[in-house]
């Protein structure tokens, strides 16, 4: 394994950080004061849109995307470095180059098992960052830890799917720019394989019978900058079968091709998130007194920087060891990795933004610093893309199997 960075690697680091450092950061106080002037908190703030255009001015677009077609090609090795990156402003930066979920999973399925129409009617706009997206399969009324539960029908009537369930906590819905749901439901309940019930249908947003009920807040927050968080209903919407993604029964497949590389995307940006926390930290104790003494020379704050540094570390070898192999043995081979990944880096991370808010004090959990908003997001990855005892249960299962 060999994970010093290529050329490319190199000069798309050296151009994100600075379209950081001169962009970005200098943005963040901006949409914070546009957004609380739009007319609803679900309108984009204007620096955002010009963060866009400079991003993809300077190739800094779709770096997600490994499909060299639709994408900028780059292995999961490249690119680790790079979301890591965007992982420091969490709000802004993935928005900005187009590489924020739920889209980016949206595309990658798009790309990997839509037809030729699906791909120019909805995975171009995406590309082209002029609409968003949402997916659809968690739901409020089953364990949806595990996907076999979900109860959303979709139901073959003649040349329609009749779309009939409610789901939660779907990322994008909020947006007025999301145009499309990808909605995951059951095509035959009752089949013998329940890893074959379930099937991915393409909903457009303003179909009759979808209502977007409310934004779910996650910590207090509603999570503008992506699109926040929506309680959908789908009353009998029917769409064309023509939306179908890939065949029938094919659901569940689909859904685990597309959370492997989310889960490593948002691990990749947790990093990120860790390392902002840590200078964040760093800054605090330096320029702060306490008890006669700067908060840097307390022995318990140089043990939160020093414990800070080491976490970080070993999780960037883990995640870049499991890019690595995802892009030498495909997902399914590295299937153990990204299960490791899930567990530990969300757990890690919390830790280090929690040390950081003490350290701030009273000003950890305002929003005078990002702090608070890192660590909600950084703690709701405890759940999302599979809560960890999930995995944990997976994880030991294969391990034990060695030994039977």
């Excluded at 860790?274 to 930290?281: P, T």
């Excluded at 030498?328 to 919390?350: C, D, F, L, M, S």
Aim: with cysteine.
């Amino acid at each position: 394994m060999d994970f010093a960075f290529d050329a490319r690697t190199e000069e798309l680091r050296a151009k994100l950080l600075a379209f950081m450092d001169e962009y970005v950061y200098p943005a963040e106080p901006v949409a914070a004061e546009q957004r609380a002037a739009l007319p609803s908190p679900w309108d984009t703030p204007a620096v955002v849109e010009e963060l866009k255009a400079e991003a993809r001015r300077q190739g800094l677009w779709n770096l997600f995307l490994p499909d060299g077609e639709y994408g900028a090609g780059l292995t999961n090795l490249q690119y680790a470095p790079l979301a890591e990156i965007t992982g420091r402003s969490p709000q802004l930066a993935p928005t900005a180059t187009n590489c924020a979920a739920p889209d980016t999973g949206n595309m990658e399925v798009l790309a990997q098992f839509g037809d030729e129409q699906q791909k120019k009617q909805w995975l171009e706009p995406l590309l082209a960052g002029e609409i968003r997206s949402a997916f659809a399969m968690t739901e409020p009324e089953v364990a949806s830890s595990d996907a076999t539960n979900i109860t959303t029908l979709i139901e073959r009537d003649g040349d329609e799917y009749v779309i009939t369930g409610r789901k939660w906590y779907i990322s994008g819905a909020m947006d007025p720019h999301c145009k499309i749901f990808i909605v995951m439901g059951k095509t035959d309940p009752d089949g013998p394989d329940i890893r074959r019930q379930q099937s991915m249908v393409l909903v457009p947003r303003d179909t009759p019978g979808v209502t977007v009920k409310r934004a779910m807040q996650v910590f207090g927050y509603e999570d503008h900058y992506h699109g926040g968080h929506a309680e959908v209903v789908f009353d009998h919407a029917r769409v064309p079968v023509t939306h179908l993604i890939g065949e029938e029964g094919g659901g569940f497949a689909i859904a685990q091709a597309r959370l492997g590389p989310g889960r490593i995307h948002h691990c990749m940006r947790l990093i990120g998130m860790a390392e902002r926390a840590i200078e964040l930290m760093c800054r605090r104790a330096v320029s702060r007194t306490a008890f006669g003494k700067a908060l840097a020379q307390q022995g318990v704050v140089q043990n939160w920087i020093a414990d800070a540094r080491v976490a970080v570390e070993q999780l960037r070898l883990l995640v870049l060891k499991t890019a690595w192999m995802m892009d030498t043995v495909g997902n399914r081979g590295a299937h153990t990795e990204i299960q490791a990944i899930k567990i530990a880096t969300p757990r890690t991370v919390v830790d280090i933004i929690d040390r950081a808010i003490q350290l701030h004090g009273a000003g950890g959990v305002s929003q005078d610093f990002p702090l608070a908003e890192l660590y909600a997001g950084a703690r709701t990855l405890m759940l999302a893309d599979g809560p960890d005892e999930v995995h944990q249960r997976s994880l030991a299962r294969r391990e034990l199997k060695k030994y039977l």
